[in-house]
């Protein structure tokens, strides 16, 4: 008898897996209709624990802003500390300013400076994980945590494996990123041989709003602006 109830309870739950196709492709079918429309956008990933008064909440806006400024939106997490920082620099300068907001137990919560018609909601990180990659034309990360590595090291293994069209990844901060990049270059690549040398060449450290455009304004005198995928 239990284990005709275990096999029963197993069943279950795989047609509730088979169900949730159903709404994996809703999410996957919004987010392309919507995302294709935004034209050329820059994404910003950032820790959303940031607070208003944080320098970097500060460079962040001004990051936002350059960005805007020379042609560019910009998309965020939607949520708050460096996604609102990205979103409202952007939303002052009088860019494309979107979100692709994640429902999240705690921390997250749309934030105020996103285009009425560009906030988007998800359920699956993965999804939205397709968004940002297929519709950016680079990566700019601040300092931020655990999501924010995902998202970095996520794009770096897809251009490594060329399942995406190549795009700068720029990260924000010497003092914050030095000691990463220092320990791919000296661990991954020297020592151990993981990765190789050319697989670096698209991550840049700046400090700089400034440095940011010169990266991305460098990089597309050679490649066209499009979806990477």
Not at 38 to 61: M, N, W
Request: hydrophobic share 40%.
């Amino acid at each position: 008898m239990r284990k005709e109830q275990h096999h029963k309870g197993w069943n279950e739950i795989k047609t509730n897996d088979s169900w949730a196709i159903f709404k994996i492709m809703g999410e996957f079918v919004n987010g392309f209709e919507k995302m294709s429309k935004i034209g050329p956008c820059v994404s910003i990933f950032g820790s959303a624990r940031t607070k208003t008064e944080d320098k970097y909440y500060q460079l962040t806006v001004d990051v936002a802003k350059e960005i805007v400024n020379n042609g560019y939106g910009v998309i965020t997490g939607g949520g708050p500390g460096i996604m609102e920082a990205g979103n409202k620099g952007a939303h002052l300068a009088g860019g494309t300013s979107v979100g692709l907001n994640i429902e999240l137990p705690f921390e997250q919560h749309d934030n105020p400076y996103i285009d009425n018609d560009k906030s988007l909601d998800f359920d699956y990180f993965f999804v939205r994980k397709v968004m940002f990659v297929k519709y950016s034309q680079g990566f700019v990360v601040m300092p931020g945590g655990f999501g924010t590595l995902d998202e970095l090291f996520e794009a770096m293994t897809l251009i490594q494996t060329k399942k995406i069209a190549k795009f700068p990844i720029i990260l924000v901060s010497t003092e914050f990123w030095g000691g990463l990049i220092d320990w791919v270059k000296t661990t991954l690549l020297e020592k151990f041989g993981n990765v190789s040398p050319g697989d670096l060449d698209l991550i840049h450290v700046v400090d700089t709003p400034a440095e940011v455009l010169q990266i991305l304004d460098k990089f597309y005198t050679q490649y066209n602006l499009s979806p990477n995928f």
